[in-house]
């Protein structure tokens, strides 16, 4: 089992920027294939956002996202990270990621998720 910690999140204006992270402990993220980023708005279902292959690099966006998150990895400090730009109001939400050992987009194939960080964006 990994333990992950999400921080980096905050209140932001419509347009500016957040960086968050994603840190992993107990395992390193290669043990998994996927690391996602998935949201929750109140009262809504946990979204997908971005997910990144720990080997390849390889990176997939939710159409809401693209053009404006950039997920990314940083192997030796064992760190996802999610930059956000351009946010929206919609944006708004508790940001979580999770590991799969496969490649999907499912939150239901996702776990060990992360307690998550709260995003706010004021318009």
């Known amino acids: 089992q990994v333990q992950l910690v999400e921080s980096g999140g905050g209140l932001v204006q419509a347009g500016g920027s957040l960086r968050l992270s994603c840190a992993a402990s107990g395992h390193t993220f290669g043990a998994f294939t996927m690391v996602g980023w998935f949201r929750q708005a109140p009262g809504k279902e946990r979204d997908f956002v971005a997910r990144?292959?720990?080997?390849?690099?390889?990176?997939y966006y939710a159409d809401s996202v693209k053009g404006r998150f950039t997920i990314s990895r940083d192997v030796a400090k064992n760190t996802v990270y999610l930059q956000m730009n351009g946010l929206k109001p919609e944006d708004t939400a508790v940001y979580y990621c999770?590991?799969?050992?496969?490649?999907?987009?499912?939150?239901?194939?996702?776990?060990?998720w992360g307690q998550g960080t709260q995003v706010t964006v004021s318009s």
């Open positions: 990144i292959n720990w080997t390849t690099g390889t990176t």
């Open positions: 999770a590991v799969s050992r496969i490649s999907t987009i499912s939150s239901s194939l996702y776990g060990d």
